[in-house]
C-alpha cells in the first residue's frame, strides 16, 4: 500500500492524495458507502461501482461474523468473492457495534464479552480474536479492536478506556504481524485514536497511534452525539498530530458538511450510514439542496430528482415509491444519496488540485445544505 | 394495433404472433410482470427493460387509483410518464383487487360500492369509472370491469355473476367509444370471459366476447384456486370460441407449467405475481428447476444463481441476503424469476416458430419444475 499526496489546498489543511492498494487506486478525499452485512442496503454491487462510482467500501465485522459467518465467508474465499465486489474494502473491528448493539457486554482486559443482538449467543471478542476475524474476511484494510466510548462520558472514564484501547492496539499489531493474509492480497491494519472529546487524551492518543508508524490511521469515537464543534476542535487536534504522509479516517462522519470541514482539517477517508438510511426514510441529499420527498410539496413536481445522478425518474415518481414503501423507492433514493456523496469527495478533491478548495467550499455548503 | 400471427405449432394449439402497439411490437406468447403501484416490485425500469427484456408491463388499476391517484398521474400526462417506461403497458380494471382486496363491498346492477383497503375511504366503481379511470392512467391495453367470482363459486351465482360481467361490458364499450385516449397514444380495450368452472357459462361468455369483435380478448376468473385441469379445460374450451386472429390473455396465470400448458392451448399473453412475490421470499425459478434460497443446502454454494440469468452472484451470496431481509436479495431474486419467465416465454415462441414447440416443452418441463 502506497499513499501518494498529489495536493495541498493553499488556505486550509486540506489535501488530495492516492492511495495505492493491491485492488486499485483509491482518490482522496474519499467517502465509503457502508456495506454492512455485505451489502450496501439497497443496492446492487454494478450501480456501485458504475452509477455511484464507489472506489471503495466497508463492511461491518461484526455483522459479517454473525452472518454469514466465517465458515462461509473462508469457504467463498474472502468477503470480495462472497458479494462479487473487487474493489477495494475496509472492515471495521466490531468495537462500535458490541458497544452500540449489545445490550449485554462486559469489558475485561482480555477483550470483551457480549451477545449476539440477534439471538443472545454470548460471543468473546480480543484483540487477537478481531485480528484474525478480519484475516478470514480478507478486507484490504481493516481496523484495530478499540473501545469507543459513548458522548457523554467523563474524563476518567475515557483515559481508562483509551488507556485500554490503546493496550488493545498493541496486541492487535502483535497479531497483526504474526498473521498472514489469506487469499493473496495484501492487508492493511489501521490504528484508531480514542479519547473523547478531551484535548489532553486526544493528544496522548494521536502521539501514541503515530509512534506505531502503521500505514493509515483512524480518529474514532466522534460522530457519537457531542456537538459538532468538538468534533471539529478534536479532528483538527489530532490531524496536526497524526503524520502528514499517511492517510487519515475519520470514522462514521458524517453529514455533507461535516465531511467539508473535516476535508479542510486534513481528514482524507470518510464512512457513514447517512445517505443510505436517510434514503430509505426519504431524506434526500441533492446537488441542488436537501430534500424531505414525502412533502405535499413534491406530490406533482416531475422534475428529475436531481439532473446530475438521477435524471429519469421524477421527484412526484420517487414521492409516490417510498409513501408506498416500495423497493424501488429505497433503491433509487440509496443511488441519489450515495452519488450525491461521491460526487461530493471528488468536487472536493478536483478543487484541491485546481487550488480553489476554499473557495469552492464556502460556496457550495449553502446551496447543499438548503431545504428545499 | 396490429395482430399478426407468424407461426403454429403443427401439434398443439400454440402460436406465435406479434402484437403491434403505438408503443412498439409484443412478440407473442408472452409474460407481462406486474407492476402493481406503477412499479415492478424491486426492479427497476432500465433493468427491466434491457436485462429482464420486458416488453410490456401490467399496471393495477386499483392501486394506482389509491396511490399516487389520478391527479397525480394525469398531471404527469399518463402512467408512462409517470414511471419512465416508455414500452406498453396493460392496465386491470380494478375489477379484481375490488373482490380481492376489499373486506367491505355491495354489488349493484350500477356498480360496487367497496372501501379503500388503505383507509376504509368509500369508493364507487362502475364500468364508466373504470373506463375513465384507465383512460387517464393512459396504459396502451385496458380492461372491462367485470365481477370476479371465487372458487369454489355455485352454478347459479357464477351464471348471474357472468350475466352482470356482460351488461357491464357493453356499458365499458359503449364508454370506450364515447371517451378518446388522452396523451396522444392509441388504448384498446379488451373484453373478459368469465363463468368460473362451468363449461356451458363458459361457453356463453366466450361467444359473448367474441361478439363484441374488440382487438384483443381475455380469459378471467382462472387462477383463483381452482384445480390445474378446470383451469386447461376452460382455457382451452374458451379459446377455441374466441377468435382466432385476436391475442388471447390468461389473467394472473401462473406457474412455468401452467404457462406452457395454456400457451399449447392456444393463449398468448400472460400475467402474474408469482416470479415477484416468490422471489422476496426466497423461492426461485431457475433455467435447471426451482430453489428454495433459504435451504441449509445453499449455505456454501458459490456457483452462480443461474448461469443463464444471474451470473454474477452465487446462491450462497443470495441465501445471505434473502435470510437477512435484505432488498439487494429481493432485488437479485426478482430479476432472476422475471429474467426466467421472460425467456420462457421467449423460447416457447422461437420453438413454435421453428415447429418443434411440443417436442421443446416435453423436454424442458420435467427440468424446470425439478426441485433443486
Known amino acids: 500500500?502506497?499513499?501518494?499526496?498529489?495536493?495541498?489546498?493553499?488556505?486550509?489543511?486540506?489535501?488530495?492524495?492516492?492511495?495505492?492498494?493491491?485492488?486499485?487506486?483509491?482518490?482522496?478525499?474519499?467517502?465509503?458507502?457502508?456495506?454492512?452485512?455485505?451489502?450496501?442496503?439497497?443496492?446492487?454491487?454494478?450501480?456501485?461501482?458504475?452509477?455511484?462510482?464507489?472506489?471503495?467500501?466497508?463492511?461491518?465485522?461484526?455483522?459479517?461474523?454473525?452472518?454469514?459467518?466465517?465458515?462461509?465467508?473462508?469457504?467463498?474465499?474472502g468477503v470480495h468473492k462472497f458479494m462479487n465486489w473487487d474493489k477495494p474494502m475496509l472492515t471495521d473491528s466490531g468495537g462500535y457495534q458490541v458497544f452500540s448493539l449489545s445490550e449485554i457486554r462486559k469489558i475485561h482486559e482480555e477483550g470483551v464479552y457480549f451477545r449476539s443482538h440477534l439471538d443472545g449467543a454470548k460471543i468473546f471478542f480480543t484483540p487477537e480474536i478481531a485480528t484474525d476475524i478480519q484475516r478470514t474476511i480478507g478486507a484490504d484494510i481493516f481496523m484495530a479492536f478499540d473501545e469507543c466510548p459513548p458522548f457523554p462520558c467523563d474524563e476518567k472514564y475515557a483515559k481508562t478506556s483509551m488507556e485500554l484501547t490503546h493496550r488493545w492496539l498493541t496486541r492487535c499489531i502483535n497479531r497483526f504481524n504474526e498473521t498472514e493474509p489469506l487469499y493473496g492480497f495484501e492487508q492493511k491494519l489501521f490504528p484508531i485514536v480514542q479519547g473523547s472529546v478531551y484535548p489532553e487524551l486526544r493528544k496522548i492518543s494521536a502521539n501514541f497511534v503515530a509512534e506505531q508508524n502503521m500505514q493509515g490511521n483512524a480518529i474514532g469515537g466522534l460522530s457519537v452525539g457531542e456537538p459538532a464543534e468538538h468534533m471539529y476542535e478534536?479532528?483538527?487536534?489530532?490531524?496536526?498530530?497524526?503524520?502528514?504522509?499517511?492517510?487519515?479516517?475519520?470514522?462514521?462522519?458524517?453529514?455533507?458538511?461535516?465531511?467539508?470541514?473535516?476535508?479542510?482539517?486534513?481528514?482524507?477517508?470518510?464512512?457513514?450510514?447517512?445517505?443510505?438510511?436517510?434514503?430509505?426514510?426519504?431524506?434526500?441529499?441533492?446537488?441542488?439542496?436537501?430534500?424531505?420527498?414525502?412533502?405535499?410539496?413534491?406530490?406533482?413536481?416531475?422534475?428529475?430528482?436531481?439532473?446530475?445522478?438521477?435524471?429519469?425518474?421524477?421527484?412526484?415518481?420517487?414521492?409516490?415509491?417510498?409513501?408506498c414503501n416500495e423497493i424501488l423507492g429505497f433503491n433509487i433514493a440509496s443511488l441519489q444519496n450515495l452519488s450525491f456523496y461521491m460526487w461530493l469527495v471528488k468536487e472536493a478533491r478536483l478543487h484541491i488540485l485546481a487550488g480553489d478548495f476554499t473557495a469552492w467550499k464556502k460556496q457550495i455548503l449553502p446551496i447543499i445544505t438548503q431545504k428545499l
Chains 1, 2 share one sequence.
Open 234 to 323: 478534536m479532528t483538527e487536534l489530532v490531524c496536526d498530530i497524526l503524520p502528514k504522509e499517511k492517510p487519515r479516517y475519520l470514522m462514521g462522519v458524517g453529514t455533507p458538511e461535516n465531511i467539508l470541514t473535516c476535508i479542510s482539517l486534513g481528514v482524507d477517508m470518510f464512512d457513514c450510514v447517512m445517505p443510505t438510511r436517510n434514503a430509505r426514510h426519504g431524506y434526500l441529499f441533492t446537488s441542488k439542496g436537501v430534500i424531505n420527498i414525502k412533502n405535499e410539496k413534491w406530490k406533482t413536481d416531475f422534475s428529475p430528482i436531481d439532473e446530475l445522478f438521477m435524471p429519469e425518474y421524477s421527484k412526484a415518481y420517487l414521492r409516490h415509491l417510498i409513501r
Open 1 to 77: 500500500m502506497k499513499f501518494e499526496l498529489n495536493a495541498f489546498d493553499p488556505e486550509s489543511k486540506a489535501r488530495a492524495g492516492s492511495l495505492e492498494t493491491s485492488r486499485g487506486i483509491i482518490e482522496t478525499p474519499i467517502f465509503m458507502p457502508v456495506g454492512t452485512q455485505a451489502t450496501v442496503k439497497a443496492v446492487n454491487q454494478t450501480d456501485l461501482e458504475k452509477r455511484v462510482k464507489a472506489q471503495i467500501i466497508l463492511a461491518n465485522t461484526y455483522h459479517v461474523f454473525l452472518r454469514p459467518g466465517l465458515e462461509v465467508i473462508q469457504a467463498a474465499g
